[in-house]
């Protein structure tokens, strides 16, 4: 039973599942933020990307920004098809969560880019990331750094097409 149970964690690290546990939701007003996770930097100084998923109970509301004191600039981005290439914008002017809906941030789509990093995020730990929503007000999620699943890309390396 013991070999079972560390090949099982065996096999979850050889396909990029981290065994480290989901941070906690977090309920703010209708808001609640779940699954919050962010990918380990590269590098001293890299970047990051953090996802979750934002259900809404209440009236419709708007992610305007978020910030760390991890790191010296944070933004909303996506990703927009630019020929064959798909590239990261900067979202301007926040992202809608529908009322009675949810807001899925996630690799491919909406996410928080996470820049110019005072010190390595390290798989296993988390990181404080502060939420800013035009009626809700702000709150601060704790988002665990991890790899989450193989084949979803990687941000944080050279050349990604941000402008």
């Known amino acids: 039973m013991k070999y079972l149970k560390l090949a099982a964690i065996a096999t979850c690290l050889a396909i990029g599942f981290s065994v480290v ?3 906690a939701e977090t309920k703010h007003g209708a808001l609640t933020i779940a699954s919050a996770w962010a990918r380990p930097s590269i590098g001293k100084h890299g970047n990051s990307a ?4 934002i259900k809404n109970t209440g009236a419709a509301d708007r992610l305007m920004a978020a910030s ?3 790191a010296g600039k944070v933004e909303l981005h996506t990703h927009i098809q630019d020929g064959d290439i798909m590239r990261m914008r900067k979202i301007v002017g926040g992202v ?3 009322a009675q809906g949810s807001l899925a941030l996630k690799p491919g789509g ?4 996470i820049m110019k990093l005072k010190t390595p995020l390290l798989k296993g730990s988390m990181l404080p990331l502060s939420l800013t929503f035009e009626k809700a007000g702000t709150v601060t999620v704790n988002t665990t750094v991890s790899m989450q699943a193989v084949g979803t890309g990687h941000h944080g390396m050279k050349g990604h097409g941000h402008k």
């Open 21 to 23: 546990g989901q941070a």
């Open 110 to 113: 909406h996410h928080v880019m």
């Open 96 to 98: 809608a969560i529908p």
């Open 68 to 70: 760390t004191a991890q």
């Open 50 to 53: 953090a996802y979750m998923l």
